[in-house]
């Protein structure tokens, strides 16, 4: 089955909604689904949930929703980068469950695997923990963590097949692999699209059952958090 949509917004044409829960890819701004992202803004929905690993900078990234007060809630591991995230924290106009970042990620892989919840030893005796089951399991405390399954998910690939089938480059791969299998309907982007034939079945990161849209991201500067250089030698 051919996946591919004309565009970003053709793809998100009716799967938006206000106070939905949007899983995004990314970490830091390395394979970030830049136009769904922005499909996202143009649309103009509201009071949304954002689980993402961190939410980009000020200007970039899911910064961009931030900017135009499209969300509500964040869950993530990482939000150091972004001005605009801790102001918004601060005043109370967002609302921030910090969750570490193995846990985020494990979150999302038992979600996509249909396990609603699971134990960990990372977060007890904290701020972390509060509110939330505890058990013991051989002498040692853990934190049960549910499982995190989104309405919508939003990938960044290197490159897929007409299919769906998703292969990430380097970075990119730390979090795109378990936000696509969390969603209940997953869109994805793509650098370069195979028209003529498939993925190597050893290459495929995600199987394109996990993807119902695709399409072909625009050429973009791929940018950085920060960039440091050292003074060219003469």
């Known amino acids: 089955m051919d996946k591919r949509r004309p565009g970003a917004v053709e793809a998100l044409q009716g799967l938006l909604a206000d106070d939905m829960v949007i899983a995004v890819g990314g970490f830091g701004l390395s394979g970030n689904?830049?136009?769904?992202?922005?499909?996202?803004?143009?649309?103009?929905?509201?009071?949304?949930?954002?689980?993402?690993?961190?939410?980009?900078?000020?200007?970039k990234g899911l910064g961009?929703?931030?900017?135009?007060?499209?969300?509500?809630k964040v869950l993530a591991s990482y939000v150091g980068e972004n001005k605009l995230f801790a102001s918004?924290?601060?005043?109370?106009?967002?609302?921030?469950?910090?969750?570490?970042q193995g846990t985020l990620a494990e979150r999302m892989r038992a979600g996509g695997a249909g396990i609603p919840a699971f134990y960990t030893a990372t977060g007890v005796g904290t701020p972390v923990a509060e509110g939330k089951p505890l058990a013991e399991f051989d002498g040692r405390?853990?934190?049960?963590?549910?499982?995190?399954?989104?309405?919508?998910?939003?990938?960044?690939?290197?490159?897929?097949?007409?299919?769906?089938?998703?292969?990430?480059?380097?970075?990119?791969?730390?979090?795109?692999?378990?936000?696509?299998?969390?969603?209940?309907?997953?869109v994805a982007e793509a650098e370069h699209v195979i028209t003529d034939?498939?993925?190597?079945?050893?290459?495929?990161?995600?199987?394109?059952?996990?993807?119902q849209h695709l399409v072909t991201a625009r050429p973009r500067v791929k940018d950085i958090e920060q960039r440091t250089v050292r003074p060219r030698v003469a």
């Open 88 to 100: 918004q924290y601060l005043d109370g106009t967002l609302d921030v469950e910090f969750v570490p």
């Open 197 to 211: 034939g498939y993925l190597d079945p050893d290459e495929v990161m995600t199987p394109g059952v996990f993807v």
């Open 141 to 186: 405390t853990y934190v049960q963590e549910r499982g995190i399954v989104a309405d919508l998910a939003l990938v960044h690939a290197a490159v897929a097949d007409t299919e769906g089938n998703l292969a990430y480059r380097r970075t990119s791969r730390n979090f795109n692999p378990l936000v696509a299998t969390c969603g209940r309907v997953t």
């Open 33 to 59: 689904p830049t136009d769904l992202i922005e499909a996202v803004r143009d649309s103009g929905v509201t009071g949304l949930t954002i689980v993402s690993n961190n939410m980009g900078v000020d200007g």
């Open 64 to 72: 961009i929703l931030l900017e135009n007060k499209q969300v509500r």
